[in-house]
C-alpha cells in the first residue's frame, strides 16, 4: 500500500541551484497536484495534472516546472532555487471524477533554500 | 470563485472536552466540502467529506461536521477531545472548474489538546 509517494524528504539549496522533487502514486488516480505548505498560509496549488500530458498552472506557478508523461509520475522542477521558494511541498493525487474525491496526500518534502 | 475561511488558527481544549473547529465557505455552484487532518511532519489525512447525501457527515476518530447552506458553515466537532487529536485541521471546498476539480485550502487550525 505505498499510496503517494515523494523523494527527497529534505532538501538544502543554495540559491540559483536546480533540482527535481519526484512524486510516485500507484493508485491509477488521474489527478495530480503540487502543493506548498507555509505559516499562516495553508496549502497554495502551484501545478496539477489531469492525465498524462496534461498540465496546468495553479495558483502559485512561477519559479516551477511539471511535466507528466505517465499517469503515476509528477515531478516538480525548480530551475533556479530562490530563498522566497523556501518550503514545504506536498504532492496530492486523486480521481478527477468524481469531484468529491479526496485528496491522497505524501508526506512531503521540506526544501531550504540559503 | 470558491475560498475557504477558517476561523482561529489556534484552538486549546482541555482533555475531554467539546471539539469546535470553524469553517465558513464559499462557492458559486453547491459545494463538495472536506476537512482534512496533519499531524506533524505527515502528509493531510482525509477525515471527512460531504456530498450532499446527509447534512450531518460523521468521519474517523469520532470526529464529525455538520453542512449549514444557510450559514454556509461546516464546522468540525468532536464531542470529547484525546491527546492524540493534537494536530493541524485543514478545511477545504472542491468544485468543477473549467471541467476540471479545483480544491481551495483554509489556512488551517493547530488544535492543542491540554492534558
Known amino acids: 500500500n505505498a499510496g503517494v509517494t515523494q523523494t527527497p524528504k529534505f532538501q538544502v539549496l543554495k540559491t540559483g541551484q536546480s533540482m527535481t522533487l519526484q512524486c510516485a502514486q500507484d493508485?491509477?488516480?488521474?489527478?495530480m497536484s503540487w502543493y506548498r505548505q507555509d505559516p499562516g498560509m495553508g496549502l497554495r496549488l502551484i501545478h496539477y495534472?489531469?492525465?498524462?500530458?496534461?498540465?496546468d498552472q495553479g495558483e502559485v506557478p512561477n519559479g516551477y516546472n511539471v511535466s507528466r508523461s505517465t499517469t503515476e509520475d509528477f515531478p516538480l522542477r525548480l530551475l533556479s532555487a530562490a530563498p522566497s521558494q523556501t518550503s514545504v511541498y506536498f504532492c496530492?493525487?486523486?480521481?478527477?471524477?468524481?469531484?468529491?474525491?479526496?485528496?491522497?496526500f505524501g508526506n512531503g518534502t521540506r526544501l531550504t533554500v540559503t | 470563485a470558491q475560498s475557504v475561511t477558517q476561523l482561529g488558527s489556534h484552538v486549546s481544549v482541555s482533555e475531554g472536552a467539546l471539539v469546535l473547529l470553524r469553517c465558513n465557505y464559499s462557492?458559486?455552484?453547491?459545494?463538495?466540502l472536506f476537512w482534512y487532518v496533519q499531524y506533524p511532519n505527515q502528509g493531510l489525512q482525509l477525515l471527512l467529506k460531504?456530498?450532499?447525501?446527509?447534512?450531518l457527515v460523521k468521519g474517523i476518530n469520532g470526529f464529525e461536521a455538520e453542512f449549514k447552506k444557510s450559514e454556509t458553515s461546516f464546522h468540525l466537532t468532536k464531542p470529547s477531545a484525546h491527546m492524540s487529536d493534537a494536530a493541524e485541521y485543514f478545511c477545504?471546498?472542491?468544485?468543477?472548474?473549467?471541467?476540471?476539480?479545483?480544491?481551495?485550502f483554509g489556512t488551517g487550525t493547530k488544535l492543542q489538546v491540554i492534558p
Open positions: 495534472s489531469v492525465g498524462a500530458g496534461i498540465t
Open positions: 477545504a471546498v472542491s468544485e468543477s472548474s473549467g471541467g476540471y476539480q479545483k480544491v481551495t
Open positions: 460531504y456530498t450532499s447525501a446527509a447534512t
Open positions: 462557492s458559486s455552484v453547491p459545494p463538495y
Open positions: 496530492a493525487s486523486s480521481y478527477e471524477e468524481p469531484y468529491n474525491s479526496p485528496l491522497h
Open positions: 493508485m491509477n488516480h488521474e489527478y
